[in-house]
């Protein structure tokens, strides 16, 4: 899909302007495989240090978030690039890289309740995204990402992530059933938990990418 060059609505808006200094951006490169069947969707296109030109920075082979994703997550279940359409709930970069994470320490709020009504803005966007590529399996980085989509569209999931880890759900996106599976932004990867639940984690895709005849 297309989107539009630029997006004023959350400036205009004055959305959590009180938080952070500067206007946001658009910043979005999707990442679309030649089959989309598996949706990764990530936080935002902010990040710390430099910054990402695609989603999940997918582009760049040699990048850690790719490693991550295409190593240690999609290949253990037969799952590679190809499979995958990729996009954020939030579509902007927030300026001089100021991370939500960031933000939110500052200010004492939470991620969650910092990206909703950002979220709610780019929801358009993102259920276009899903009916264009009508994914099979739905597979989200973070719990601000899990807690975000659970609420949006009513799912009967745990809102931990620590509870929700490692496991395939049976849920409904825009009246079709697909499975969801829940996973962790990589800087919660050297967590105990998430260890121990890695293998979990993979048969959990494995059996998703099987049921729905992806592998």
């Known amino acids: 899909m297309s989107f539009p060059d630029k997006c004023d609505i959350c400036t205009r808006t ?39 030109y695609s989603v999940l920075d997918l582009e760049n082979r040699n990048s850690h978030l790719y490693k991550y994703i295409l190593g240690e997550i999609m290949e253990p279940a037969g799952l590679g690039i190809d499979n995958v359409y990729a996009t954020d709930l939030v579509k902007c970069r927030f300026p001089d890289n100021q991370t939500p994470s960031s933000i939110c320490k500052r200010h004492g709020r939470t991620i969650k309740e910092f990206l909703s009504p950002f979220f709610q803005n780019c929801l358009q966007w993102f259920i276009q995204e899903i009916d264009e590529n009508q994914p099979a399996i739905i597979l989200s980085f973070g719990q601000p990402v899990h807690q975000l989509l659970i609420e ?37 990867r050297g967590h105990q938990h998430y260890i121990k639940n890695w293998s979990k984690l993979n048969q959990s895709l494995k059996e998703a990418a099987t049921l729905s005849k992806i592998i």
């Open 14 to 52: 004055k959305i959590n302007a009180n938080m952070f200094h500067g206007d946001i951006e658009l910043s979005l490169r999707p990442i679309k495989g030649s089959t989309t069947s598996v949706m990764l969707v990530g936080q935002d296109p902010t990040v710390a240090r430099g910054q990402i």
């Open 152 to 188: 949006k569209f009513a799912w009967a999931v745990p809102v931990r992530m620590k509870e929700a880890f490692g496991n395939r759900y049976n849920v409904s996106l825009q009246g079709k059933d697909v499975y969801y599976v829940p996973c962790i932004h990589i800087n919660s």
